[in-house]
């Protein structure tokens, strides 16, 4: 075969490990020297091989492979990197991943590729906790840019302040939130002291009321509970309910977690505040819903 008529591209095996594309056919990468990488068709039955510069440029192929060609694994591989790639970036669930992405495509092999891919949750969630970051031990650490971010990738973390020596204080809501939040004179805050990570004392909500629905407006990790902490938060909102989504209502000693469960609640925000706008009325409350409130 020609090698300058050959279309070529690259993907990533199941263990991020480089693949080669050629007319469909799939090669491994089989070994590297200063100069060259020499790529094996992924059939070991087939003597096919291709060779690339360090660059990924096209120097040699052999293209007598024994097999028929298979492009629909080519279409399922990269169906599988692009789903990898979101499941290790977002906090979508997996499911809903594959039904985006099967949406964008219009594969004619669908029902296998779903298949395939499908029953490959659980390394799909084990790419996903790679990426989470450690726990840590103290209130003395780093927060990826990804945990600062609404699921939107909006600014969401708005005062990460030391306010002692290792005495720190998060507050996540998005300006959408701060908007309602500064509009209202009825502001509702409520601290609940189970669900929060070791290294905090407490998770604080504030609440603000609008179309007589409670929408939470900040939800903060503060060190302690005394007065001083109370007004540190007041001063960095500048006059900036207990009723959490009940994935934040458990106990969560992991911070990334929780993180992701606040970044949640902002989305519901958005829904009910979208529907409340449209007209939508709240719902009836329960005699369980006023002891709760």
């Known amino acids: 075969m020609n090698s300058s008529s050959s279309t070529m591209s690259f993907v990533l ?13 799939v090669f491994r990468l089989n070994k590297i020297t200063n100069t060259t990488k020499y790529y094996r068709c992924e059939n070991r039955d087939c003597t096919a091989t291709a060779h690339t510069d360090l660059n990924n440029v096209l120097l040699k192929v052999n293209a007598n492979h024994s097999h028929v060609i298979e492009p629909e694994k080519k279409e399922i591989r990269i169906f599988k990197q692009i789903v990898k790639e979101r499941a290790t970036k977002e906090s979508t669930p997996i499911p809903k991943i594959y039904e985006e992405e099967s949406t964008k495509n219009d594969f004619k092999i669908l029902d296998y590729c779903y298949f395939t891919v499908s029953k490959r949750d659980d390394s799909l969630n084990k790419a996903r906790r790679l990426e989470t970051p450690p726990i840590p031990d103290s209130q003395i650490f780093g927060i990826p840019y990804l945990y600062t971010r609404t699921i939107e990738n909006e600014e ?14 998060l507050l996540f809501a998005s300006n959408e939130q701060l908007k309602v939040l ?23 909500t504030i609440h603000s009321i609008k179309y007589e629905q409670s929408f939470i407006c900040g939800i903060g990790l503060l060190p302690d509970r005394k007065k001083s902490t109370y007004r540190f938060v007041f001063e960095e909102l500048k006059g900036f309910h207990n009723r959490l989504n009940l994935r934040v209502a458990k106990h969560h000693p992991n911070i990334w977690i929780l993180i992701r469960c606040i970044q949640g609640e902002e989305i519901r925000f958005n829904h009910v505040l979208i529907q409340m706008i449209g007209g939508l009325t709240c719902r009836t409350k329960t005699a369980a819903t006023n002891a709760i409130q």
């Open 182 to 204: 500064f509009q209202n004179s009825i502001v509702l805050m409520d601290g609940t002291f189970s669900t929060c990570p070791k290294i905090f004392d407490q998770v604080f």
């Open 156 to 169: 969401f973390l708005c005062v990460d302040k030391f306010i002692k020596r290792k005495t720190r204080i």
């Open 13 to 25: 095996s199941q263990k991020g490990k480089p693949l080669l594309v050629m007319d469909d056919y």
